[in-house]
T-cell receptor
Framework: DAGITQSPRHKVTETGTPVTLRCHQT?????MYWYRQDPGHGLRLIHY???????DKGEVSDGYSVSRSKTEDFLLTLESATSSQTSVYFC????????????FGQGTRLTVV | GDSVTQMEGPVTLSEEAFLTINCTYT??????LFWYVQYPGEGLQLLLK?????DKGSNKGFEATYRKETTSFHLEKGSVQVSDSAVYFC?????????????FGKGTSLLVTP
């Protein structure tokens, strides 16, 4: 199995509080992604990174920010959580951006109350 | 931008039935195409892929052929098992048009009954 770990696995937080989710990899892959999974929407890309300090927005980036200061860590921050951000969040890694396989973490279930 | 459309689910089949899950895509470049599977409570894992037109990806009895003329990548299996019950996602990667993103369809839930 690819070495990819998400933390925390579950979190309940209150509306308006900041939340940071962490994705850690031991594969030294260049590309890292954050997705959210919601019923009826499948997986939607939030942000991705193609190197240290190199990030770009996905289709649902509003309300989210990311940082990648080291190859192995990709952080997703909800600056002020809202109920619409209740979701399951998945991190994925890829060796390159073309035709290589993406490996997924186990997911983080976030509930904003 | 690039996009993936796959058939709505859920799909319910009896064991040993034939499976087809349709997937079509829109892309301006020459994307690579993937099928991922998600078992309950888990992350996604690659099922198969194809990187150019007319390529056939196959794994665990599943197959899909990259059809550029119909912009399709339909998933098929000749005889499904109860253990195939999962959610299946079609995805594409198109560095020319979408940079390094990996874009997914909405997923198709499959339930196989004994």
């Amino acid at each position: 199995d690819a070495g990819i770990t998400q933390s925390p696995r579950h979190k309940v937080t209150e509306t308006g509080t900041p939340v940071t989710l962490r994705c850690h990899q031991t594969e030294n892959h260049r590309y890292m992604y954050w997705y959210r999974q919601d019923p009826g929407h499948g997986l939607r890309l939030i942000h991705y990174s193609y190197g240290v300090k190199d990030t770009d927005k996905g289709e649902v980036s509003d309300g989210y920010s990311v940082s990648r200061s080291k190859t192995e860590d990709f952080l997703l921050t909800l600056e002020s959580a809202t109920s619409s951000q209740t979701s399951v969040y998945f991190c994925a890694i890829r060796e390159d951006g073309g035709n290589t396989e993406a490996f997924f973490g186990q997911g983080t279930r976030l509930t904003v109350v | 931008g690039d996009s993936v459309t796959q058939m709505e689910g859920p799909v319910t089949l009896s064991e040993e039935a034939f499976l087809t899950i349709n997937c079509t895509y829109t892309a301006t470049g020459y994307p690579s195409l993937f099928w991922y599977v998600q078992y309950p409570g888990e992350g996604l894992q690659l099922l198969l892929k194809a990187t150019k037109a007319d390529d056939k990806g196959s794994n665990k009895g599943f197959e899909a052929t990259y059809r550029k003329e119909t912009t399709s990548f339909h998933l098929e299996k000749g005889s499904v098992q109860v253990s195939d019950s999962a959610v299946y996602f079609c995805a594409l990667s198109d560095p020319v048009d979408s940079g390094y993103a990996l874009n997914f369809g909405k997923g198709t839930s499959l339930l196989v009954t004994p």
